[in-house]
């Protein structure tokens, strides 16, 4: 556009030099056609007696003069071209200036476009970049999410495991207690009328185990009355007519007999002592086990023992604190 700007300017001044040469010919023509007014005032100076002759002279002066007139009013209205003409070009030779601005604006523009498109491009890769290291993160995650869920199905079913194994065990003390109510009631059915109500806030850890436990004491007691007294009569009577049971006995011979060699702990002995009420609590450098599941008999002793008669002491310990 700006090259056909230029043409058409070119093609303008050429146009204005042909007319200006044109009007310095017309001037050219004008200044020789006065001249021969000059020489035909003369002529008519000169033959003034001549009247035709000047009047053909002053025909020819009017003649020249509407000439001159009309080449004036030519050159007017060239001038007048020339400077619309002019002011046509100044008028576009702005607007090129303008759209050259505009197309300089407009190549800035797309120089920090292609700048911006570059900075966008390198965001773009380095969000990719943070994405990769995301779903390298999002997998580690999931894999250590799959590793802990594998590790607390686990425990829980371990856990389930141990709750279904204290389930059965309070089943089995259930069992031993209402064997004992039952045969608690079974005794003071066949005994109404004459039996001692006593009230304890103790439970039975096994079957009949306080009664066990009352009747023992009461036959030590003998060997401290005085014979003959009634209390050694209502002593006798009591622990005559209340069997208390072989169990507590029972209880106190398989700890002996698991002890008696006793080297080092096995699946089959805690297997024994689980069945005997003993939970096993800690297993470090010690053993600890705890007797239905009461904290004040805890007995504890040691994973290697000391000498052939350890096992024979742990037994005795464990007696004395249960039994």
Do not use: W
Request: glycine residues 2%.
């Amino acid at each position: 556009m700006i090259y056909l700007l230029f043409l058409l300017a070119i093609v303008l001044i050429t146009t204005n030099a042909l007319t200006l040469k044109q009007l310095q010919r017309q001037r050219l023509e004008t200044s020789v056609a006065q001249r021969q007014l000059n020489a035909a005032n003369t002529t008519i100076r000169g033959f003034a007696s001549t009247r035709k002759i000047l009047v053909e002279s002053n025909e020819q002066v009017r003649q020249l003069q509407a000439k001159i007139n009309a080449l004036n009013n030519q050159l007017d209205q060239l001038h007048a071209v020339n400077q619309e003409t002019a002011e046509q070009l100044r008028t576009r030779q702005q607007e090129a200036d303008q759209r050259r601005d505009q197309l300089e604006q407009m190549r800035e523009t797309l120089a920090n476009r292609d700048a911006s498109v570059r900075d966008l491009n390198e965001q773009v890769k380095n969000l990719r970049s943070e994405l990769y290291q995301l779903r390298l993160a999002n997998q580690n995650e999931r894999q250590s999410a799959n590793h802990l869920y594998n590790e607390i199905e686990k425990e829980i079913e371990n856990e389930a495991k141990q709750y279904k194994a204290k389930i059965e065990e309070l089943e089995n003390t259930i069992s031993l207690l209402q064997e004992s109510q039952r045969k608690q009631t079974e005794v003071a059915t066949e005994n109404q009328g004459n039996f001692i109500n006593l009230t304890i806030l103790e439970r039975d850890l096994y079957s009949e185990e306080i009664k066990s436990i009352v009747v023992e004491v009461l036959r030590n007691s003998l060997l401290n009355v005085h014979s003959g007294s009634r209390t050694q009569h209502v002593i006798t009577d009591v622990v005559n007519n209340n069997s208390s049971g072989s169990l507590r006995e029972e209880i106190k011979a398989e700890i002996n007999s698991l002890f008696k060699d006793y080297t080092s702990m096995n699946p089959k002995m805690k297997q024994a002592l689980k069945r005997l009420g003993f939970e096993l609590v800690a297993d470090n450098s010690h053993y600890k086990f705890v007797f239905c599941q009461d904290d004040r008999y805890t007995v504890f002793f040691s994973k290697t023992p000391s000498d052939r008669r350890a096992g024979r002491n742990i037994a005795k310990d464990i007696c004395h604190v249960i039994l």
